[in-house]
C-alpha cells in the first residue's frame, strides 16, 4: 500500500525477477532499480537522502526522480527509474 512507502526509506521488492525500490520524496513515490547500474550492488542499503541515493559500493549518487547521475560527474550511466501509479492507495509500478 502507498502508506506503507515513507521519505528517505526504501522498500525493496522483487517483481519478474527484476530488484525494484520503492520510496518517496516529497509526498511523491517513486520506483527505481534496485541495482547500481555501475557494478551491480543492492541499493536498498544505500544512503537516501534529499531526493537522491547513494550506492553503498562506490559511493555513486542518483537522483531518485528521473534516475540521472550525480556523482560522479563524468558517469552517465543513469539509474532505471520506473513509472508509478497510485489507484486507491495501491501502488502500481510500470516497465519503464
Ligand atoms: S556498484 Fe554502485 S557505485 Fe559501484
Known amino acids: 500500500m502507498a502508506a506503507d512507502i515513507t521519505e528517505n526509506h ?33 541499493l536498498s542499503v544505500g544512503r537516501l537522502a ?4 547513494e550506492c553503498p559500493m562506490h559511493g555513486w549518487k542518483f537522483n531518485l526522480t528521473n534516475g540521472k547521475p550525480l556523482y560522479p560527474p563524468d558517469e552517465g550511466r543513469p539509474l532505471r527509474v520506473y513509472p508509478v501509479q497510485i489507484i ?3 501502488v502500481w509500478v510500470g516497465e519503464g
Do not use: E, F, K, M
Open 50 to 53: 534529499n531526493g537522491r541515493i
Open 10 to 42: 526504501a522498500l525493496r521488492l522483487v517483481i519478474d525477477g527484476r530488484s525494484i525500490l520503492l520510496t518517496r520524496w516529497q509526498g511523491v513515490v517513486y520506483a527505481v532499480s534496485g541495482r547500481c547500474p555501475h557494478a551491480g550492488a543492492d
Open 88 to 90: 486507491d492507495g495501491v
